[in-house]
Nanobody, 125 residues
Framework: QLQLAESGGGLVQPGGSLTLSCVVS????????IGWYRQAPGREREGVSC????????TYANAVKGRFTISKDNDKSTVYLQMNRLRLGDTGVYYC??????????????????WGQGTQVTVSS
């Protein structure tokens, strides 16, 4: 059973930065990707970013491209989400997720199999 523990959320002004961390523990033979989802108040959860096991393939939602960077440190079993130039619309609960390999030609992290508890990010002046 895989466990995902997020940290790093908080209150930040527009234009500011935050780095989220997700510590991955336990084991799951069929997990190949770790990613981030978020849920804004009154909205559906949406995928934000995803990274593969080797850290060689990274995907981003259009809304965060050029501002967010996903990375991982396999020695620390930790995945990071560096968030720069934060906007009011980035406010929400951010969840770390684990995903199996996607079907050929499909975008990864579309069907998470494990979720963390979430960490709140609030962008406000």
């Amino acid at each position: 059973q895989l466990q995902l523990a997020e940290s790093g959320g908080g209150l930040v002004q527009p234009g500011g930065s935050l780095t989220l961390s997700c510590v991955v523990s336990g084991s799951s033979d069929d997990v190949s990707h770790i990613g981030w989802y978020r849920q804004a108040p009154g909205r559906e959860r949406e995928g934000v970013s995803c990274i593969d096991e080797m850290g060689s393939t990274r995907t981003y939602a259009n809304a965060v491209k050029g501002r967010f960077t996903i990375s991982k440190d396999n020695d620390k079993s930790t995945v990071y989400l560096q968030m720069n130039r934060l906007r009011l619309g980035d406010t929400g609960v951010y969840y770390c997720i684990a995903s199996r390999p996607p079907p050929f030609g499909q975008i990864p992290c579309q069907e998470p199999v494990s979720w963390g508890q979430g960490t709140q990010v609030t962008v406000s002046s």
